[in-house]
Protein backbone atom coordinates (compact mmCIF):
# COMPACT_ATOMS: atom_id res chain seq x y z
CA UNK A 1 0.00 0.00 0.00
CA UNK A 2 1.33 3.30 -1.01
CA UNK A 3 0.13 6.80 0.24
CA UNK A 4 -0.19 8.95 -2.93
CA UNK A 5 -1.15 12.60 -2.38
CA UNK A 6 -4.34 13.62 -4.62
CA UNK A 7 -4.08 15.35 -7.54
CA UNK A 8 -7.06 15.95 -10.66
CA UNK A 9 -5.95 13.15 -13.33
CA UNK A 10 -5.53 9.27 -13.60
CA UNK A 11 -3.49 6.78 -11.62
CA UNK A 12 -2.54 3.39 -12.86
CA UNK A 13 -0.83 0.31 -11.76
CA UNK A 14 0.22 -3.01 -13.23
CA UNK A 15 0.77 -6.23 -11.66
CA UNK A 16 3.78 -8.24 -12.60
CA UNK A 17 4.39 -12.08 -12.13
CA UNK A 18 7.57 -13.30 -13.11
CA UNK A 19 7.86 -11.36 -15.39
CA UNK A 20 4.91 -11.09 -16.81
CA UNK A 21 1.96 -8.56 -16.51
CA UNK A 22 -1.10 -10.45 -15.17
CA UNK A 23 -3.22 -7.26 -14.17
CA UNK A 24 -3.96 -3.55 -14.98
CA UNK A 25 -6.14 -1.14 -13.15
CA UNK A 26 -6.67 2.88 -13.53
CA UNK A 27 -8.73 4.69 -12.07
CA UNK A 28 -9.13 9.02 -12.93
CA UNK A 29 -11.05 11.54 -11.39
CA UNK A 30 -14.17 11.98 -11.79
CA UNK A 31 -15.94 15.64 -12.91
CA UNK A 32 -19.55 16.56 -11.16
CA UNK A 33 -22.08 14.02 -10.84
CA UNK A 34 -24.35 14.09 -14.06
CA UNK A 35 -26.61 10.97 -14.87
CA UNK A 36 -27.58 7.82 -13.47
CA UNK A 37 -26.80 4.21 -14.71
CA UNK A 38 -29.52 1.68 -12.87
CA UNK A 39 -28.34 -2.02 -14.00
CA UNK A 40 -29.83 -5.36 -12.99
CA UNK A 41 -28.28 -8.49 -11.92
CA UNK A 42 -30.92 -10.13 -14.54
CA UNK A 43 -33.09 -9.30 -17.01
CA UNK A 44 -36.17 -11.91 -17.22
CA UNK A 45 -38.23 -12.81 -13.89
CA UNK A 46 -40.79 -15.24 -13.46
CA UNK A 47 -44.47 -14.27 -13.00
CA UNK A 48 -44.97 -15.55 -10.04
CA UNK A 49 -45.05 -12.71 -7.32
CA UNK A 50 -41.71 -13.73 -5.80
CA UNK A 51 -39.13 -13.43 -7.90
CA UNK A 52 -36.92 -10.40 -7.60
CA UNK A 53 -33.99 -8.87 -8.96
CA UNK A 54 -31.49 -6.39 -7.51
CA UNK A 55 -31.29 -3.35 -9.70
CA UNK A 56 -27.56 -1.04 -8.94
CA UNK A 57 -27.64 1.97 -9.87
CA UNK A 58 -24.58 4.14 -10.23
CA UNK A 59 -23.92 7.90 -10.18
CA UNK A 60 -21.47 8.78 -13.14
CA UNK A 61 -20.14 12.00 -14.21
CA UNK A 62 -20.72 13.80 -18.44
CA UNK A 63 -17.55 11.69 -19.04
CA UNK A 64 -19.33 8.52 -17.82
CA UNK A 65 -17.10 7.89 -14.90
CA UNK A 66 -18.23 6.92 -11.94
CA UNK A 67 -18.17 9.58 -9.05
CA UNK A 68 -17.24 7.36 -6.45
CA UNK A 69 -18.08 10.26 -3.47
CA UNK A 70 -21.77 11.07 -4.96
CA UNK A 71 -24.47 11.02 -2.08
CA UNK A 72 -27.39 11.89 -4.17
CA UNK A 73 -30.82 11.26 -3.34
CA UNK A 74 -32.28 8.66 -5.44
CA UNK A 75 -36.01 8.11 -5.92
CA UNK A 76 -36.66 5.02 -7.91
CA UNK A 77 -40.03 4.21 -9.71
CA UNK A 78 -41.37 1.18 -10.54
CA UNK A 79 -43.94 0.43 -13.29
CA UNK A 80 -45.58 -2.57 -14.86
CA UNK A 81 -45.58 -6.45 -13.84
CA UNK A 82 -43.32 -5.54 -10.35
CA UNK A 83 -43.18 -3.61 -7.27
CA UNK A 84 -40.16 -1.93 -5.20
CA UNK A 85 -39.43 -4.45 -2.19
CA UNK A 86 -36.81 -2.22 -0.74
CA UNK A 87 -33.67 0.11 -1.47
CA UNK A 88 -30.11 -0.11 0.11
CA UNK A 89 -26.63 1.36 -0.20
CA UNK A 90 -23.93 -0.29 1.72
CA UNK A 91 -23.97 2.57 4.49
CA UNK A 92 -23.66 1.18 7.82
CA UNK A 93 -24.37 4.30 9.27
CA UNK A 94 -27.51 5.33 7.37
CA UNK A 95 -30.92 5.37 9.48
CA UNK A 96 -33.09 5.79 6.02
CA UNK A 97 -35.99 3.22 5.53
CA UNK A 98 -34.89 0.25 3.81
CA UNK A 99 -38.69 0.07 2.36
CA UNK A 100 -38.74 4.20 1.07
CA UNK A 101 -39.18 5.04 -2.48
CA UNK A 102 -36.13 7.23 -2.05
CA UNK A 103 -32.32 6.38 -0.59
CA UNK A 104 -28.67 8.59 -0.36
CA UNK A 105 -26.41 7.18 -2.38
CA UNK A 106 -23.25 5.46 -0.98
CA UNK A 107 -20.14 6.25 -2.33
CA UNK A 108 -21.71 7.00 -5.70
CA UNK A 109 -24.33 3.74 -5.29
CA UNK A 110 -27.52 3.01 -4.46
CA UNK A 111 -29.37 -0.63 -5.19
CA UNK A 112 -33.02 -1.58 -5.35
CA UNK A 113 -35.04 -4.18 -5.00
CA UNK A 114 -37.81 -5.05 -7.07
CA UNK A 115 -40.33 -7.97 -7.15
CA UNK A 116 -42.40 -9.57 -9.97
CA UNK A 117 -46.57 -9.78 -10.03
CA UNK A 118 -48.03 -13.10 -11.14
CA UNK A 119 -48.95 -11.62 -14.37
CA UNK A 120 -46.47 -11.92 -17.54
CA UNK A 121 -45.69 -8.44 -17.96
CA UNK A 122 -42.88 -6.02 -18.59
CA UNK A 123 -41.14 -4.03 -15.20
CA UNK A 124 -39.58 -0.89 -15.82
CA UNK A 125 -37.43 0.76 -13.24
CA UNK A 126 -36.54 4.60 -13.71
CA UNK A 127 -33.76 6.15 -11.34
CA UNK A 128 -33.60 9.94 -10.64
CA UNK A 129 -32.29 12.17 -9.07
CA UNK A 130 -32.65 16.01 -8.90
CA UNK A 131 -29.48 17.88 -11.58
CA UNK A 132 -29.34 14.32 -12.98
CA UNK A 133 -30.13 12.75 -15.88
CA UNK A 134 -32.90 9.81 -15.04
CA UNK A 135 -32.76 6.70 -16.62
CA UNK A 136 -34.91 3.39 -16.66
CA UNK A 137 -33.74 -0.14 -16.88
CA UNK A 138 -36.22 -2.82 -18.44
CA UNK A 139 -37.28 -6.00 -17.08
CA UNK A 140 -39.51 -8.81 -18.28
CA UNK A 141 -41.36 -11.21 -16.73
CA UNK A 142 -43.18 -14.53 -17.93
CA UNK A 143 -45.32 -17.04 -17.14
CA UNK A 144 -43.72 -20.02 -13.89
CA UNK A 145 -43.18 -23.04 -15.34
CA UNK A 146 -46.27 -25.48 -14.12
CA UNK A 147 -44.71 -28.33 -11.96
CA UNK A 148 -45.40 -31.86 -12.73
CA UNK A 149 -48.54 -33.22 -10.79
CA UNK A 150 -47.34 -35.63 -7.91
CA UNK A 151 -48.79 -39.02 -8.73
Known amino acids: MWKVKYAPGSIETKGHNGGQQVLAAKRESSGEAAGIVPRADRQRLLANGQDVALITAEIRDAQDRE ?3 ADNELTFQ ?3 GGRLLGLGNGDP ?23 S ?10 ASSPGLQPAVVSLTTAAAPLRPAVP
Open 78 to 80: VTG
Open 67 to 69: VAN
Open 93 to 115: SSHELDTAASRRAFNGLCMAIVQ
Open 117 to 126: SKSADEIHVE
